[in-house]
């Protein structure tokens, strides 16, 4: 399910938001990045950037991954489960969206009756 911050923000919940059908693998993987996103200037008004006038052109967006790598191949190499991926993305800190990432794998096992 989205959170409440994101539909507020103007998320919209997608069929990923929603926990599998299946059992949670008992190791998840986290991944994240990071990317700046041009904005218009009105966001940007009062933002430290990298211009050399100190000014912002873009925001960074953080995009974290949560899956499941319970499969390998034939070198032992993790594999990642078909299915197991899920995606959040946001304008916030990084430690800000490492919680809200962790606080769905974890919300994500507890559906599953694995937590």
Excluded: F
């Amino acid at each position: 399910m989205a959170s409440p911050r994101g539909r507020a923000a103007g998320g919209r919940e997608h069929p990923g938001d929603e926990p599998p059908d299946e059992p949670v693998a008992p190791t998840l993987y986290l991944g994240l990045d990071g990317t700046g996103v041009p904005m218009r200037p009105t966001e940007l008004e009062g933002r430290p950037g990298k211009q050399p006038d100190g000014s912002a052109k873009t925001r960074e967006v953080k995009l974290c991954t949560v899956w499941s790598a319970e499969g390998r191949d034939e070198e032992g190499t993790p594999v990642r489960d078909a299915g197991s991926v899920t995606y959040s993305a946001a304008i916030e800190s990084a430690v800000a969206m490492l919680t809200t990432s962790a606080l769905r794998s974890n919300a994500r096992a507890n559906d599953c009756g694995q937590a």
